[in-house]
C-alpha cells in the first residue's frame, strides 16, 4: 500500500463506506503505521517466556520502542460479556460510535480494507488491512498488506474477567509514526497520536456497552445558540 | 438562561448562557427550584482547583422541576428531584459496588487524561466543578442538563418543602458518609475539625450513629454555638490547646475516631499552615493540611481517620509515621450520594434529621455573587447559602 496524506473527501459520507466493512476492529488504534520485524514478538508473544517476570512486553523499561517503531498497548475491563463485545467489533456502525479518527474505510477484499484515518491538522492517511486472524469471541489480529510501504500490525483480545467482572479487552498495536518524531510530536499536539487515541477509543467503547452512551459535558450543541 | 459563571479568583458573575438540552439519551432537564453554595465552591472560587476555565457554570447542591426528558429517563415531566453531585452511570463495576463517585463512565474521555495522570486513575464527574471532574455545566442557574437521570436523582414527595431535602445532593449524605467511614462503637469519642456545613453534619450523623461524645472543633462562634446546639461539645482552636484538650476530653485516650472536615484550605497561624499556603500561592504543592496533620496526631491508637475535606494534590511533612506506628484506619473520597439518599430521605420524612438549622441566607440568583463573597469572607454568620433562580 501507499501511504497518502489527502484532504477529506468534500461531502462524502463516512458511515456509507463504513458499513461495507466487515470486521473494522481497532483500526482507529492504528492511526499510523509500522515497520514491523523488530517489534513482532511483543505483538505475537506479549508474555515473553524469556522475560524474568510475568507482566507484557510492552510495559517493559526500554522496550516501548524498537528504533522507529512503537508499540502501544491497553487493556480495560468492560462489564459485559465476551460476545457482546467481540459483536460491536464485528459491527462497522457500532464501530463508527466510538473510533473517533476514523475518516472512511473501504473494503478492499473479504478480509481487506483501506482505512483512511484522519491525522493532525487536517491531514488524512490511508492504510490497506488484512485480518490474519479472526477467532470468535477470542481475537481479531490484522496487518497491513504485505509490500507496504508502511506496515502496522496489532489484536484484539479478548478474555473473561474474573468473577463475573465482565470482559478484559486488551489492545495492542504496533506502528511507525509517519514522518518520524516530528510527526509523533505534531500528532500527540492535536492528541491524535495512536496511544492517545487508543486509550480514549477503547475507553469510549467501554461508556457504550456499559451505559449506552458516551458521556458529553456540553449542555447544548453548537449549532443550536451559535457558539 | 441566567446562570453563575467562573472568571478567575474571587470573580463570579451572573450572566445569560444557553439553555442546556437534551444530549444523550438518559438526560433530563430540570428547571432549578433551589441551590446552594457548597463550601467546596469556596474552594473554586479562591483559585485553588486546578482546571477551572472562565464561563464554567458552578453549583453541584440543586434541585427542581423536571421539564424534559431523554427516552432513557425513568423521570417524568413535573417531578421534583434532588441531584446528587457525583455523576453516575449506575453500571460499571464501581455503581453495582455502590462506590458512585468512583464511576467509570460519567467523566469524558477527552477529560480523563489529566486526573489519570495527576491521580493514577480517571476519576469520576461531578456537577459544576473542575474539568478534571468533567467539565459538566453546574446547578447554579436557572436550568441544568442531568446526565444519568435514571440513576442519580431521588424523586421528592410534594408535601416536603425545598429546604427540608435540598441538601441530600451532597453535604448531608457527605456529613453521614464521614461519620459512617468512623465505624462509631459504643462508648466512642469523635472529634470533628470543621464545623462547617459538613462538618456540622457530621456531628449530627455521629450522634444518631450512637457516638458517647462528638467534639467539634472550629473558631467561628456562631458555628461552634450551632454545634453545640446539636448536642456536641466544643473546641475553640483560638483559644484552646487541640491535643491537649482532646486527651483530657476523652479520659486520657485520644479519639477513637477523627473526621477531617475542613480539606485544603485549613486556617489558622500554624507553622506548617503558612508554609503551605505560601506553597499554594506560588503554585507548588497545593494543599493546606494542619486540620489532618493535627487529626492524625489526635486520634487514639488504633483508631479511625475519615476525611471528607476535599484535597486535590499533594501534601508536604504528612506525619505518615503517626499513621503506622499507631495503626490508623484511612477512609475517604468523594461521597457515594446516591448510596444513602433514600434513607436519609426516610429519616427526613419522619423527623429524625433536621438540615433547615443550617440555612442563614436566602437570595435570588442574581446575588450569588454577594453570596459568594459574604460566604468566604463572614463564616461565622454566613453558615448556608440558599439561592432561588425563581426569586426569594
Known amino acids: 500500500m501507499t501511504l497518502t496524506h489527502h484532504a477529506p473527501p468534500a461531502g462524502e459520507a463516512p458511515e456509507a463506506d463504513r458499513s461495507s466493512h466487515r470486521w473494522a476492529g481497532a483500526g482507529a488504534l492504528a492511526a499510523a503505521a509500522v515497520g514491523l520485524i523488530a517489534v513482532t514478538a511483543l505483538i505475537e508473544r506479549p508474555h515473553r517466556s524469556g522475560a524474568s517476570d510475568s507482566a507484557p512486553g510492552r510495559t517493559r523499561r526500554g522496550l516501548a520502542r524498537f528504533g522507529k517503531h512503537d508499540v502501544v498497548g491497553r487493556t480495560v475491563t468492560i462489564n459485559r460479556p465476551r460476545a457482546d463485545v467481540y459483536a460491536v467489533f464485528k459491527d462497522p456502525a457500532q464501530l463508527a460510535r466510538f473510533m473517533e479518527n476514523i475518516h472512511k474505510v473501504k473494503r478492499t477484499g473479504d478480509t481487506r480494507a483501506v482505512w483512511t484515518i484522519a491525522g493532525p491538522a487536517g491531514v488524512n492517511f490511508d492504510v490497506e488491512t488484512e485480518i490474519v486472524t479472526d477467532r470468535e469471541n477470542e481475537e481479531i489480529a490484522w496487518r497491513s498488506v504485505e509490500g507496504s510501504e508502511i506496515e502496522t500490525r496489532g489484536k484484539i483480545l479478548l478474555r473473561d474477567a474474573p468473577a463475573g467482572r465482565g470482559t478484559e479487552v486488551e489492545a495492542v498495536i504496533a506502528y511507525k509514526a509517519p514522518f518520524g518524531e516530528i510527526g509523533r510530536a505534531i500528532a500527540a499536539l492535536f492528541q491524535k497520536e495512536p496511544a492517545i487515541q487508543g486509550r480514549r477509543d477503547l475507553k469510549r467503547l467501554k461508556m457504550l456497552m456499559e451505559t449506552g452512551e458516551i458521556a458529553i459535558s456540553r449542555n447544548h450543541r453548537p449549532t443550536s445558540q451559535g457558539d | ?392
Request: net charge negative; proline share 5%.
Open chain 2, 1 to 392: 438562561m441566567r446562570a453563575l459563571t467562573w472568571h478567575g479568583t474571587h470573580d463570579v458573575r451572573v450572566e445569560t448562557m444557553p439553555d442546556p438540552e437534551i444530549m444523550n439519551p438518559r438526560d433530563a432537564i430540570l428547571k432549578i427550584t433551589s441551590t446552594a453554595i457548597c463550601g467546596s465552591d469556596l474552594h473554586l472560587y479562591d483559585g485553588v482547583i486546578p482546571g477551572v476555565l472562565p464561563g464554567d457554570i458552578l453549583g453541584h447542591e440543586f434541585m427542581g422541576e423536571v421539564v424534559d426528558v431523554g427516552p432513557g429517563s425513568t423521570l417524568k415531566v413535573g417531578q421534583r428531584v434532588v441531584v446528587p453531585f457525583t455523576i453516575s452511570c449506575g453500571s460499571c463495576f464501581f455503581c453495582e459496588k455502590k462506590l458512585y463517585s468512583a464511576c467509570d463512565n460519567s467523566n469524558p474521555v477527552a477529560k480523563q487524561d489529566i486526573s489519570e495522570t495527576l491521580y493514577g486513575h480517571a476519576v469520576s464527574a461531578l456537577f459544576g466543578y473542575s474539568h478534571l471532574t468533567g467539565g459538566y455545566p453546574g446547578g447554579q442557574a436557572e436550568y441544568v442538563r442531568v446526565p444519568f437521570s435514571d440513576v442519580g436523582p431521588i424523586v421528592i414527595p410534594d408535601h416536603l418543602e425545598d429546604e427540608k431535602v435540598l441538601f441530600l445532593s451532597d453535604i448531608l449524605p457527605t456529613g453521614w458518609m464521614a461519620a459512617e467511614n468512623c465505624d462509631i462503637e459504643e462508648g466512642d469519642t469523635v472529634a470533628v475539625w470543621g464545623a462547617g456545613p459538613v462538618g456540622l453534619f457530621a456531628v449530627q450523623s455521629a450522634l444518631a450513629m450512637g457516638a458517647h461524645q462528638v467534639i467539634a472543633i472550629d473558631h467561628y462562634p456562631h458555628r461552634l454555638e450551632l454545634a453545640q446546639r446539636l448536642g456536641a461539645k466544643t473546641i475553640n482552636f483560638r483559644e484552646t490547646s487541640v491535643l491537649q484538650a482532646l486527651m483530657e476530653m476523652s479520659g486520657g485516650l485520644g479519639p477513637d475516631a477523627v473526621i477531617d472536615a475542613v480539606g485544603m484550605e485549613s486556617h489558622g497561624f500554624a507553622l506548617d499552615n503558612v508554609m503551605d499556603t505560601i506553597k499554594q500561592k506560588v503554585g507548588i504543592g497545593a494543599d493546606v493540611g494542619h486540620a489532618l496533620r493535627e487529626a492524625l496526631m489526635a486520634v487514639r491508637k488504633g483508631g479511625r481517620v475519615s476525611i471528607p475535606g476535599v484535597y486535590g494534590g499533594f501534601l508536604d511533612t504528612f506525619p505518615l509515621g503517626a499513621l503506622m506506628e499507631k495503626g490508623l484506619q484511612v477512609r475517604t473520597g468523594q461521597t457515594h450520594v446516591q448510596r444513602y439518599t433514600h434513607e436519609l430521605l426516610k429519616r427526613i420524612e419522619e423527623g429524625e434529621l433536621d438540615t433547615t438549622f443550617l440555612i442563614s441566607h436566602r437570595l435570588p440568583l442574581d446575588e450569588a455573587p454577594t453570596g459568594y463573597a459574604n460566604f468566604k469572607n463572614e463564616q461565622d454568620t454566613w453558615t448556608k447559602v440558599v439561592l432561588k433562580p425563581g426569586g426569594v
